[in-house]
């Protein structure tokens, strides 16, 4: 019998099209389409594990998926054929053997998450970014993203957990800046944690812009933290400014 191996890949997909990354019962999905090329490739249904589990319509440019197989196509030739059978708004950025344990998932020490806010109308802009209307307060939404960071519980900035994993995560790195890119110009948030909860970013992001807005204080989301109460503070930004940037193992 042939040798098991782990196979890893990096991802780079447009979310526009998918209905998320999870397999769902007809629906277009990004695990549905990475695993239907793999089992063209291989000759068998290979179930994935992500190292993250993105939102419709949310972007990635350093997903991480693996999955054994006891297939002796090498690492090389897997990440060519399957981008010669892919569609076109998902790209095998990398592929490698990697330890049978390792799992892209349980295996990462931390994620980062990007969301992009365009000031103004953008037609280029309109699937990868957000659009507001006036200029944010970033200093006041700079001191709203240092109360995150340390181990929180971020029930309040949730929309439920799966299975016991809980809302306690650690935030390793959570800031907005200015970011600009030819005649577009808006604010990029980046956060980095152990793991996050559902819609987590989203939320944080779009509370952190109400406060940017002037619609709330720093002290808001403090109370929401401390509480854990998810109420009218807690705004959940569209998925499309959203973008997992890359995976720390």
């Known amino acids: 019998m042939d040798e098991l191996r782990n196979i890893k890949l990096a991802l780079e997909y447009d979310g526009s099209g998918f209905c ?7 629906a277009r999905t990004a695990q549905g389409e990475l695993e239907s090329a793999l089992a063209r490739l291989l000759g068998s249904r290979h179930r994935v594990v992500a190292a993250s589990r993105t939102d419709s319509g949310a972007h990635a440019r350093g997903q991480v998926v693996s999955f054994h197989t006891r297939s002796e ?9 399957l981008n010669a059978i892919l569609p076109e708004d998902m790209v095998v950025r990398e592929a490698g ?52 960071l340390g181990l929180r519980d971020f029930r309040a900035f949730s929309a439920g957990v799966e299975g016991n ?33 559902r819609y987590m970013v989203r939320t ?4 952190t812009v109400r406060i940017g807005e002037g619609r709330f204080s720093p002290d808001d989301l403090k109370a929401a933290l401390q509480s854990g109460l998810r109420h009218r503070l807690a705004y ?14």
């Open 236 to 249: 959940t930004a569209p998925a499309r400014g959203l973008c997992l940037e890359e995976v720390a193992y």
């Open 165 to 197: 994993a809980g809302t306690l995560c650690t935030v390793m790195e959570c800031r907005w800046r200015d970011w600009a890119e030819g005649a577009s110009r808006g604010y990029l948030f980046e956060i980095v944690a152990d793991r996050f909860v």
């Open 20 to 26: 998320g990354w999870q397999v769902q019962p007809g």
């Open 204 to 207: 944080l992001a779009g509370t």
């Open 73 to 81: 196509l090498g690492a090389g030739r897997i990440l060519v054929a």
């Open 97 to 148: 053997d990697v330890g049978v344990e390792f799992n892209a998932r349980r295996s990462a020490r931390s994620r980062k998450y990007t969301y992009r806010v365009v000031l103004g109308p953008s037609a280029l802009w309109r699937r990868r970014a957000w659009s507001v209307r006036r200029p944010l307060d970033v200093p006041a939404m700079q001191t709203a993203c240092g109360l995150v």
